[in-house]
């Protein structure tokens, strides 16, 4: 299993930027996905998941109506359009295959977790 993120970079608040994380190894259309950001030395925190389909979707309350995440299931890519940019949206981002569908999904629901990448919000 392979997650390669990508589309991260400096972007002035206010802005945009449209993440992509190409997935490899397994049977990309059977799994939901997810998307989750870190600090440096803070926990790995919840962005936004969508189901096996692209039916279903949720996200933290500190994205909604600015984010949004959807997939290709015939390119195994998950994407995660950030509009509206914050400073506080500053993280490295990171993907995930989903294990199980619970509510407030956390990190433990997730694994196979790609290299991140590093999104940058200059006020």
């Known amino acids: 299993v392979q997650l390669q993120a990508s589309g991260g970079g400096l972007v002035q608040a206010g802005g945009s930027l449209r993440l992509a994380c190409a997935a490899s190894?397994?049977?990309?259309?059977?799994?939901?996905m997810g998307w989750f950001r870190q600090d440096p030395g803070k926990e790995r925190a919840f962005v936004a998941v969508i189901s096996a389909s692209g039916t279903s979707t949720d996200y933290a309350d500190s994205v909604k109506g600015r984010f949004t995440i959807s997939r290709d299931n015939s390119l195994n890519t998950v994407y995660l359009q950030m509009n509206t940019l914050k400073p506080e949206d500053t993280a490295t981002y990171f993907c995930a295959r989903r294990l199980r569908a619970r509510s407030n999904p956390g990190p433990g629901d997730f694994d196979s977790w790609g290299q991140g990448t590093l999104v940058t919000v200059s006020s």
């Open positions: 190894g397994f049977r990309f259309d059977l799994y939901g």
